[in-house]
Every structure is written in C-alpha cells, then in structure tokens.
C-alpha cells in the first residue's frame, strides 16, 4: 500500500511588472512582508575603495556576492558627507512643502526628457497595485556641472547628442535660493561616489578596473527627490496600496539614500517580500536591468517597490548610474564560457532606456 503526501502549497499571486520589451509576471507570497536581517541584505563597508588595489579587491569580492545573490546590499563607510546629505534633504522638503501652483511650474508635463516635478497619483509602476502615492523631482546629468568636465566644447557630438538635462528644472525653482546648489552638490557627490564604485564593479567581474572608465565619461547619472505622504491620508489602504510600486531599475545601479522611517521593501528569491529598514549612515544600492544584462544575469536586477505605511511623511533620494547614452555594450567578456554562451545582444543605452520609458508612457495614456 503506497502512502500518497499532500503538501499544502503556500499561497501567492501574480505580480505585474514593466519591462523594456513589455511586461513579465513573477510569483510572490501572500505571507506578510518581513524584516530583514545581514543575511538578506548584507551591510558591506565600502571604505577601502580609496584605499590600495587589496582594499580594493576586498570590496569588490563582497559586492560580488551580494550582486549574484540578492542585487542589493547596504553600503557605509561611502565617503559622501552627512553635510551633503542634509542640505538635498532640507532643500527636497521645502521644495514638496510649496503649494501645487508653484510645484506646478516645473511639472514633468513640460519636459521632453521626464525632467522636473509629478504629481502625487500622476504615475502607475505596477498595474497590480495601486496608484503611487508619492511625489517626485528628477534632473539629468549636466556637463557643466561634471566636477570631472574641463571643457564642455571638446566633447564629441555623438556623446552630445545623448544628453537629457534641461536647464528649467533650475529656472522653473529659483524662488528658493538653495534648491540648486544643495540638489548639485548632492548630485556631485553621488557621481563621483559611482564613478569610483564601476571601477570596483568591473573588478568584480574579473575584468581590469578601468574597463568601463571611458563607457561613463558623461554617464547617464540622474537625481530623483522622492517625497512619499503618509497612506494613512487615503480614503482606503490594502495591501495593494503602494508609495512607489513594484519595479526593477534599469540602469547598471542605484545608490538611494532613504529617511529613518522606511518602507522600502524588496522581494527575494523565495518571492518574499523583505523590508529593507533604514540603517543611518548607510546608502543601499540596487543591481539595475541593463547591468544584469550585460552580465548574461549573473549580477541580479531586483524588484523592490515602497509604501510608507507610518503616520510621517517620508522622503528617500535615489541616484540611479548608467553608461554614456551612445554607448552599446554587448554581454561582457568575462560573463561568457562553453556552458554559458550570450544571451543577449549588445544594444546601446540610449535605445534600453527609450524601450522602458516608452512601456511607461503608452500604460500612463
Ligand atoms: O524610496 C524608496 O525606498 C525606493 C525608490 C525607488 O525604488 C525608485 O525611485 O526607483
Ligand atoms: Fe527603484
């Protein structure tokens, strides 16, 4: 007589997430999101990349690991001062805290290139979820403002033609006189900070360090100010009630700072959602779509998504990190073997970014 063993499936649904070629489904648990702990998301001190090529390669070895595993990690140790950090965030609140008709003025409806201000419920990440209940400021990298530019006239036109920053976001919020300076210095900071962590991440992928220094000499590098209310003001919350909902970025990385309140949460390999609780002090950075596909997926783009359920206002400042716009970069070298041919073909930047904002406008009209 044979004994047949029933073993209960847990529950899940179906997420819906934006792509670049359209959308994909993933399975998630309907268990209850938990908090993390090192193991999920590990704490890695970054200090030793402005140290010597053993510090370096330390680093690289423990972003390594967290890359192929979860795609996420916290940093500290990171170099970019609390003074930094502090000016963007009181510049960011008293940007938000102005009334709609002068937020208004620099609204995303007037830019070519998803530059200025959204509205709170003006966007829709994920169709499964709700609306967001957040508002948003984005700028774009500027030569100009490029610690790492001498001269903004010598630079080749093809990489020129890739440039997506528009003066108004400037123009359209001088009334507050340090929104600029506090938000650039911010945005500096964060690009030298990445241009220093690409390095570590081609070392990662056993290939040289400065394997992708000429790729982000005008990198696709950009500042979103994310201002996200309490749900608590909504008519109606369910689990489907999202800050921000559920997304991969696409670049090759992210490194958000997030206020003491979180809310940030990110979805493992179990389809668990996770939350990723603030650590002071700490940036978390995130594997991007495009640096997942250059790596044949060995390095993880993850989902992840946001919903301040506290009675606070909430504000987190991400900086997401690409390459030049005219570059195209096919899957690296050292991601490639008998076992493991490419994936996927080389495609520029310009286009991988253009495939995904047009999956968002088409779902927006
Ligand atoms: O605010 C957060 O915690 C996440 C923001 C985010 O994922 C994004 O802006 O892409
Ligand atoms: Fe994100």
Known sequence: MSTITITEQPSTHQLKLRTAYGPVYRTVLDTPPRDCDEKDIPIIDISGIYGDLDAR?????????????????????????????????????????????????????????????????????????????????????????????????????????GFRAEEYVWEQTANLPDFKSGILNYWRACLSLARRLIRIFALALDLPEDYFDKMTSHPDAAVALNYYPSQRELP????????????????????????????????????????????????????????????????????????????NERYSMPFFFGFNFNETVGVLPSCIDEERPAKYDPISCEEWVRLRFAQTTQDRE
């Open 236 to 311: 109606k919350i369910d689990e489907n009630t999202v800050s921000i909902g559920s997304h991969t970025d696409l670049q090759c990385f992210t490194m958000l700072w997030q206020d003491d309140n979180g809310g940030l949460q990110v979805l493992n390999r179990d389809g668990q959602w996770i939350n990723a609780k603030p650590i002071p002090g700490t940036f978390v950075i995130n594997i991007g779509d495009y640096l997942m596909r250059i790596t044949n997926d060995r390095f993880v783009s993850t989902v992840h998504r946001a919903k301040n359920v506290t009675p």
């Open 57 to 161: 390669k330390a680093v690289a070895q423990q972003i390594q690991a967290a890359s192929t595993s979860i795609g996420f990690f916290y940093v500290k140790g990171h170099g970019i001062s609390d003074d930094v950090i502090a000016d963007a965030l009181a510049q960011s609140r008293l940007f938000f805290s102005q009334p709609t008709e002068i937020k208004d003025k620099v609204n995303q409806k007037h830019s070519k290139w998803f530059n200025g201000w959204n509205s709170r419920n003006s966007s829709h990440v994920s169709e499964t979820e709700s609306m967001d209940y957040r508002e948003s400021f984005g700028m774009r990298y500027e030569p100009r403002y490029d610690p790492a530019v001498d001269n903004t006239d010598s630079i080749p036109p093809e990489i020129q033609a």
